[in-house]
C-alpha cells in the first residue's frame, strides 16, 4: 500500500471513530425551519461507485468500512449485478471492511443496477473508500432515513481537465427526478443543454451518474422519493496527476444557517469553501478577525 492510501484508511478510520459519538458533519448552532439534523448512524444504506479516472481496471480498489456500536451486530451488504451478498458480524466499536468488486464501478453517463445496499440489525455507521492507483477518495455514507428529495449539486472548479460528475441513487422505486442544468452534461450519449430540465426515471436500487465537462454547480435535482446524491469529479489534476472526488451530499432538508468548517492542515496555500443557498440569502464569512458578507441567489 502507497503512503497516499495509508494515510485516506487512517483517516477514514478516525472518521469512524469520530461518528461513535454521533456528531454531525456540520456543526450548526443554527437551522432551517422544519429541517432535521443529519446523523451517520442507521440501520439500512444505499450506496454507489462512481467513475474514478478513465478507464475500468480489476485493481480498484473498492471497500466499505463498517462500524458497529453494539455487541455482536449483524450486518448484510447486497448487490443486484454483480450479484453479491455478504453477511458479517461486528463487535461494539469494531470496524469490518469489506471488499466490493471491481466491477461495481458505474462508468459512463447512464442508469446504473451497481448500487450497493448495506442492512444492519443494530446502528451502524459507514464509510466508502474508492481508490486505483494514485486517485482515490473516502465518503461517508449517510443512512437512508437521512436522504431527502431536493439537492444542489456542487463539482470541483480548479485543477480539472476532464469529467465532472454526479450521481442519483434511488432507495424506492419507481421514482421520477427532475434535473434542472446548471451547465451541459452528457447523459446515454446525448448533450442536454444548459438551462434545460433533464428527466429520469429510477426503479428502487438504481443509479443515474451523469457526467459533464464543464462545472455543473448549482443543479438542482427534485425527486418523487428520497434519493442519494453523489458529486465529485473522475479526476482533478490539481497538485497531483490525478485524484478522484467522491462526496455524499446532503438534502435541503437537513441544511442549516451556521457552521464551523476547520482548515486542512495538510493545504499549504488555501482551503476552498462552497456555499450553496437555495434561496437567497446574506452569507457571512469570518476567518479570524476578517469577515465578509455576499447576497447569495438560489441555485448559486
Known sequence: MD??????????????????FNLPLPVASGEIPGSSPPSLLGREFITA??????????????????????????????MKKPALRVSVQASAGQTVTVKIPPNAEMTGSTVFDNTVVVRADSDISVLLFNSKSNS????????????????YVITPTVGTDRYREFAIVAW??????????????IFQ????ARGSK????????????????????????????????????TCVTR????????????P?????????????????????????????????????????????TAEQ
Open 3 to 20: 503512503l497516499g492510501k495509508a494515510k485516506l484508511l487512517l483517516w477514514a478510520r478516525m472518521l469512524m471513530l469520530w461518528g461513535m
Open 49 to 78: 461507485f462512481m467513475q474514478n479516472d478513465l478507464q475500468p481496471t480489476l485493481s480498484s480498489d473498492f471497500r466499505l468500512l463498517i462500524t458497529a456500536y453494539d455487541p455482536a451486530t449483524l450486518i448484510t451488504i447486497s
Open 189 to 192: 450519449g446525448k448533450t442536454h
Open 136 to 151: 482515490a477518495d473516502t465518503t461517508p455514507v449517510y443512512p437512508v432515513h437521512s436522504l431527502g428529495t431536493e439537492y
Open 252 to 296: 435541503v432538508s437537513s441544511w442549516g444557517t451556521s457552521f464551523i468548517v476547520p482548515s486542512l492542515s495538510s493545504e499549504r496555500q488555501h482551503d476552498f469553501l462552497y456555499v450553496a443557498t437555495s434561496q437567497t440569502t446574506q452569507v457571512e464569512v469570518q476567518s479570524g478577525r476578517s469577515k465578509i458578507s455576499r447576497a447569495l
Open 198 to 233: 433533464l428527466t429520469i426515471k429510477l426503479e428502487a436500487h438504481q443509479a443515474a451518474q451523469l457526467q459533464s465537462p464543464v462545472d455543473v454547480s448549482g443543479t438542482r435535482i427534485v425527486s418523487q422519493k428520497p434519493v442519494a446524491v453523489y458529486v465529485g469529479h
Open 172 to 185: 424506492e422505486g419507481p421514482t421520477t427526478v427532475e434535473v434542472y442544468l446548471k451547465g451541459a452534461v
Open 239 to 250: 497538485a497531483t496527476q490525478c485524484d478522484h472526488v467522491s462526496e455524499q451530499l446532503l
